[in-house]
Nanobody, 118 residues
Framework: QVQLVESGGGLVQAGGSLRLSCAAS?????MGWYRQAPGKQRELVAG???????NYADSVKGRFTISRDNAKNTVYLQMNSLKPEDTAVYYC???????????????WGQGTQVTVSS
């Protein structure tokens, strides 16, 4: 069983930045971030494979950057130019496969709240 521990959420004004971190207790293949806003389905924000291939939701391209440190089993999400519509609970996800889609997620983090005020 692998545990994912997230940190870095909080309250920020529109246009501001936040950095999320997620430390895994073991080595994983693809890792990523999902988010879920009230009344909406959970959606993929960004994913990254062990070799550094990335994918992003269209709504965050150019504003968010996902990265990872394999030596630390940690994935990061740098969020810039935040908008009120980015407000959601952000979940770290990890897969044993080299692709980050919801059907390949093996482990989830507990979630961290990101609130962007207008």
């Amino acid at each position: 069983q692998v545990q994912l521990v997230e940190s870095g959420g909080g309250l920020v004004q529109a246009g501001g930045s936040l950095r999320l971190s997620c430390a895994a207790s073991g080595s994983m293949n693809a890792m990523g971030w999902y988010r879920q806003a009230p009344g909406k389905q959970r959606e993929l924000v960004a994913g990254i494979t062990r070799v550094g291939n990335t994918n992003y939701a269209d709504s965050v391209k150019g504003r968010f950057t996902i990265s990872r440190d394999n030596a630390k089993n940690t994935v990061y999400l740098q969020m810039n130019s935040l908008k009120p519509e980015d407000t959601a609970v952000y979940y770290c996800a990890a897969s044993r496969k080299p692709i980050m889609v919801v059907t390949t997620v093996a482990y989830w983090g507990q979630g961290t709240q990101v609130t962007v005020s207008s």
